[in-house]
């Protein structure tokens, strides 16, 4: 700290030592043309009042932050600010000479002072600048970037090649932009041509071998993103974008990021917005289970935001929790606000545990997304299933009515409709255990939401993809023709919050997810944007369904039939449900006998209980 310091000083008098030379050129050079031109001029006046003009102007620049400017990102901004501070203080030196009638120098000299002053106090401190673009223009004309295109020639792609010239971590070689302004089309901006039209584009991605396209637009559209990754499927070309305006803050620079697989689905990303969530939030005591986990963690950053009284992270995984909280201390740190987190480390199972955590801060309201979700694993890990989706649930349901929470809401799974593993079945019988603890209730309002896979969550097809494609494949992908329903993790959070202020108590709340996606699609996506070719540069190999998994998922709403009811949102249906009794769950002798069954007993068990378990993946589907 104490060198840096150091440095900073002795950069502040070189640039004072750099303008008293350069003001003292000046006036020099004002004298020697003035007597080429045999103009007289009182010489002995201006050496004595060149001293005081220095003083003056070294106080000026001083006082408008002219020493506290960072030489390496010198722009046009900060000439502009020493031109404008350069005429401020020569024009007060006019009005000066106007007022007193001193003879030290001609009031007219100053219009070539002003432009040698300019000049030669603005050389130094853009020197560095000069020199470095000099270098990268030397090291492109090597070619050892990657051939670079930048789409829109506006501020921000402006901005984008600042930060290519002045970052050293990236390596890119700008051959051109695009834009759709045709009135652009020709002209250079900082040097680099605007080639043509966005529609123009495969062509100067043929012309120019490009290898990486760098989207500098905010809020492009999605659906050209993927029409530009379709022309890119078959050539090496990435794609990336800066990120959009509404990530960044004031003093951040612009940055290269990659286009995220929600960009490339062939769906809008559903927005869920609701101003009731606030009011719904707002002074409440919170309680999210699970809440280190990928659904978790982002309910608890949304959360936050809304002003609870307190809110509380419980997970039996101490790194994730650590991590969450430590992320949400940071982000309140920043903004000079206060938190009332707390993090508590267990097991929805441990009833003891949980009573404990009850007890303590009797929480208003419950968001349970404590749950084992992996169906693989699941499958061989049957007894842990039901202890933690089934036996958590109840727990933590039950204490949410013993101890008076208004609200808990369940995070399901579409894999609960009609399930063929026991991940499945076990959020199935969470959902009737739901809808029992509302009967008869008037207190606690309990429901559920159900929802497809999350991109980006722990045990997500995408993070599996992201490693096998760095590790140069192959990308495994279990069957040809196998789709899936997606959402962001953001619009499952979303849509939690909103069920939970439309919650009135026995719901199970669904989404309309639009058209499924192919997952072998999706890996040829997530090829290309990685500048690869899929099945030449990276092998797809098909390695065959998993135990208990399906080949289509379950249609969540289906509007041809009238099983659904609506709710304010066009998007949110409340699935009908029918009466649920609690001696057909069997709860107790389930969890009486639990520990001693295997495997596979224990999913005969969840069978006999959830109708429409289906473990073969095939017979004759009853309502449950």
Request: glycine share 6%.
């Amino acid at each position: 700290m104490k060198q840096s310091r150091m440095k900073r000083i002795k950069q502040i008098i070189a640039f004072i030592s750099f303008d008293v030379i350069a003001i003292s050129i000046t006036y020099m050079i004002a004298i020697l043309m003035f007597r080429v031109l045999d103009v007289p001029v009182n010489t002995g006046e201006i050496w004595y009042a060149l001293p005081i003009i220095i003083v003056f102007k070294v106080l000026i620049y001083s006082f408008f932050g002219m020493y506290s400017m960072l030489v390496n990102h010198i722009g046009f901004e900060d000439v502009v600010k020493i031109t404008f501070v350069t005429i401020f203080t020569n024009v007060s030196i006019v009005v000066f000479i106007w007022l007193t009638d001193a003879h030290f120098m001609y009031k007219t000299a100053y219009f070539f002072i002003t432009i040698a002053e300019v000049s030669l106090i603005t050389l130094p401190r853009v020197a560095n600048r000069l020199i470095l673009y000099f270098k990268i223009n030397w090291d492109w004309n090597k070619a050892l970037g990657r051939r670079t295109l930048i789409i829109g020639a506006g501020s921000a792609g402006e901005a984008i090649l600042k930060e290519i010239y002045r970052n050293k971590d990236l390596n890119n070689m700008p051959m051109g932009f695009i834009d759709d302004d045709v009135t652009k089309i020709g002209s250079r901006l900082s040097g680099i041509k605007i080639l043509g039209k966005l529609d123009e584009i495969e062509n100067f991605i043929d012309q120019l071998q490009i290898e990486e396209i760098v989207i500098a637009i905010n809020d492009f559209p999605s659906k050209k993103i993927r029409e530009l990754s379709q022309l890119t499927t078959h050539r090496h070309v990435r794609i990336k974008k800066m990120m959009s305006v509404s990530e960044l803050n004031e003093q951040s620079r612009p940055r290269i990021i990659d286009i995220r697989i929600e960009d490339l689905l062939d769906r809008e990303e559903i927005t869920l917005e609701d101003d009731q969530i606030e009011t719904f939030i707002k002074g409440e005591v919170v309680l999210v289970t699970g809440g280190g986990g990928s659904i978790g963690s982002e309910l608890c950053r949304q959360i936050v935001k809304l002003e609870p009284k307190k809110i509380i992270i419980f997970d039996i995984y101490e790194n994730n929790a650590y991590d969450i909280q430590q992320e949400i201390l940071r982000t309140f740190k920043k903004q000079n606000k206060e938190i009332d987190l707390v993090v508590w480390i267990g097991s929805v199972y441990n009833l003891k545990r949980l009573e404990t955590l009850f007890q303590t801060f009797k929480p208003t309201l419950v968001f349970h997304a404590a749950a084992y979700k992996h169906v693989p694993l699941m499958e061989d890990s049957a007894v842990e299933a039901v202890r933690t989706n089934v036996i958590g649930t109840y727990n933590c349901s039950s204490l949410a009515k013993k101890y008076n929470a208004k609200k808990f809401v369940l995070v399901s799974s579409d894999k609960a409709v009609r399930s063929t593993n026991i991940m499945g079945a076990t959020k199935r019988f969470a959902e009737l255990i739901i809808q029992d603890q509302q009967n008869g209730q008037k207190g606690t309002k309990f429901s559920a939401v159900r929802f497809g896979n999350v991109l980006g969550s722990n045990g997500s097809v995408i993070p599996l993809f992201k490693k096998q494609i760095e590790d140069g494949g192959p990308v495994t992908v279990t069957h040809q023709e196998i789709t899936r329903y997606f959402m962001t993790i953001p619009e499952a959070v979303g849509l939690i919050l909103q069920c939970g202020v439309f919650a009135q108590g026995g719901e199970v709340f669904i989404l309309d997810m639009g058209e499924p996606t192919k997952i072998v699609n999706l890996a040829e996506k997530m090829i290309s944007l990685n500048g690869l070719k899929p099945y030449e540069d990276i092998e797809i190999e098909f390695t065959g369904l998993r135990p208990g998994e399906k080949l289509f998922e379950e249609l969540l709403v289906d509007h041809e039939y009238g099983s659904q009811l609506k709710t304010q949102n066009e998007k949110i249906f409340i699935e009908k449900q029918r009466d649920v009794k609690k001696e057909e769950l069997d709860f107790e002798i389930l969890c009486g006998k639990l520990e001693n069954l295997d495997n596979e007993e224990v999913k005969d068990c969840v069978a006999k209980i959830i109708k429409t378990y289906n473990r073969n993946g095939n017979g004759e589907h009853k309502k449950n």
